[in-house]
């Protein structure tokens, strides 16, 4: 049972406009949050993070927001740039739980130019 | 720093055979995690060390072996290799302490086939 979803596959957009990735969880004991982006032949790299007790982080272009009565949280990216083209996963740990992370299975965001 | 390194970058197994994944970061972390990534999917907790003596399964353990006996090194054991091994293998690290939460930082990666 996947505890956290990436439900769409792919997502494209035309650079300057605004990127929206979505993340659902099912496990009520997740308590902090992540987004890594990932390139090809590479280790996924932090992009930005949110604690469950905030529902919004914003890191220059890169903004989360958490709604935790949905178990839900979205990256949004504005303005997108074609160097954002990557996989992106969403991923979740419980202070419990050793710090281990939980991930979803990914989101190819496509920009162009 | 160099963070995390892994060896080797790319390696064919024939079913059956047994070798080592090197892990090794330069952080000080005291945690460390090896992960597996198949097609299509998320990353996969295999095992997870909290400190040099210490380790735990995490979600696919099986046919896996780990150690840690330093700070900076946590190799990943195959020791009977099978196709459904194949995939690319992530490790990585972090400094966790009470009351502070770190991101994890990852290597390169190890792309592993099985034939």
């Known amino acids: 049972d996947q505890q956290v979803k990436q439900n769409s596959p792919s997502l494209s957009v035309q650079e300057g406009r605004i990127s929206i990735l979505n993340c659902d969880y099912t496990n009520s004991m997740f308590d902090y949050f992540l987004w890594y982006k990932k390139y090809p032949a590479e280790g996924p790299t932090f992009l930005i993070s949110i604690s469950s007790i905030k529902d919004k982080n914003e890191d220059g272009r890169f903004t989360v927001f958490l709604n935790k009565s949905a178990k839900h949280l979205s990256l949004h990216i504005v303005p997108s740039q074609p160097g954002d083209s990557a996989v992106y996963f969403c991923a979740a740990s419980d202070r419990g739980g050793s710090e281990k992370l939980v991930f979803g299975k990914g989101m190819k965001l496509t920009v162009n130019p | 720093n160099a963070g995390v390194t892994q060896t080797p970058k790319f390696r064919i197994l024939k079913i059956g055979q047994s070798m080592t994944l090197q892990c090794t970061q330069d952080?000080?972390?005291?945690?460390m995690y090896w992960y597996r990534q198949d097609p299509g999917m998320g990353l996969k907790l295999i095992y997870y060390s909290v400190g040099a003596g210490i380790t735990d399964k995490g979600e696919v353990p099986n046919g896996y072996n780990v150690s840690r006996s330093t700070t900076e090194d946590f190799p990943l054991r195959l020791e009977l290799a099978a196709p459904s091994q194949t995939s690319v293998y992530f490790c990585?690290?972090?400094?966790?302490?009470?009351?502070?939460?770190?991101?994890?930082?990852f290597g390169p990666g190890t792309r592993l086939l099985v034939l």
């Open positions: 952080m000080n972390h005291n945690y």
């Open positions: 990585a690290s972090s400094y966790s302490s009470l009351g502070r939460r770190e991101t994890q930082y």
